[in-house]
């Protein structure tokens, strides 16, 4: 049974090295809202949105090596391409470099990293109408992105502009993995996405709903690596968000039928993928609102 159509995937969770450091470049380069947690945790995301981005802090976890399994990139998706053309100035203005920036075809997007290193991706989709299918699979490529042509759609500056707008979310999260054929086996078998492009050497996207992908995966500096050492820097978590506890329970069935047991704690329901990444499950009831405190944006204060 595929996984629900209306799937989609919520917030990432990383731990940092420097909580405070993070904080101001999430805020600033990235223009999330950041909500203070009692636990000392960071919730991110565009103003009383659900988080998209979570940040534990932790000076003494162990960076992640290079060739280990975890995050490729989180992948914040805007609602247009006039705000990724803001998304642009306000990196511009945050001097935080462009690792590059790509046009896919069916979206266009910018790369960078946050301080620990890991991978951020800002992108905008275009028309689901404007994408095209070749021999029954979705075309994508990686052809260099137009910057200059991106800021012909740049609005004259605003202070709002600090922030990201309303609609913002986590679009979509890539992974390192050991094995593609295994991660196949557990997104696609187990959780049920369907497989949308394997065009790419070393790659495979998989979604739900016909999006270009939910779930990215790819081995280019992890084949057959293991996952890094317990507590480092980068991923802990992520979710992937379903309508509803029925739909989580048929993913669950599908799980235990294929022998994994999901570790639960404090009402969280977690499957690891078989190069050791962690995958919150939740029903769209159960998830996490964000909030924000009174006053000012941060960001907004500094600009």
Excluded: C
């Amino acid at each position: 049974m595929p996984i629900h159509p209306d799937t989609n995937i919520g917030a990432v969770r990383l731990t940092v090295s420097d909580l405070a450091r993070s904080r101001d470049f999430y805020e600033r380069a990235i223009g999330l809202w950041a909500t203070e947690r009692d636990d000392g945790t960071l919730a991110l995301g565009a103003d009383g949105e659900p988080p998209i981005v979570e940040l534990t802090g932790d000076p003494t976890a162990p960076p992640r090596p290079r060739r280990t399994t975890g995050l490729f990139h989180l992948a914040v998706l805007l609602p247009s391409r006039r705000d990724l053309a803001v998304a642009l100035r306000r990196l511009a203005d945050a001097r935080v470099p462009l690792d590059g920036a790509s046009d896919h075809l069916v979206s266009e997007a910018l790369y960078l990293h946050d301080p620990d290193g890991n991978g951020i991706e800002i992108y905008r989709d275009r028309p689901r109408e404007d994408w095209l299918q070749v021999d029954g699979s979705l075309e994508m490529a990686t052809l260099p992105l137009d910057l200059d042509d991106i800021l012909t759609v740049l609005p004259p500056a605003s202070a709002k502009d600090a922030v990201v707008p309303a609609g913002t979310r986590m679009g979509h999260v890539h992974l390192q993995v050991s094995d593609l054929d295994e991660a196949e086996a557990f997104y696609a078998g187990v959780l049920g996405f369907d497989v949308t492009v394997k065009g790419y050497v070393g790659a495979l996207f998989v979604s739900a709903g016909g999006y270009h992908h939910h779930i990215g995966l790819n081995t280019w500096a992890s084949l057959g690596a293991g996952a890094p050492p317990a507590g480092a820097i980068g991923l802990r978590t992520f979710d992937v968000v379903l309508p509803d506890a029925g739909e989580l329970e048929h993913v669950l069935e599908r799980a235990s039928e294929a022998g994994i047991e999901p570790e639960r704690s404090n009402g969280d329901v977690v499957l690891r993928d078989p190069s050791g990444n962690a995958v919150r499950l939740l029903s769209a009831g159960l998830r996490p609102v964000g909030s924000s405190p009174d006053g000012e944006h941060p960001g907004a204060l500094r600009r």
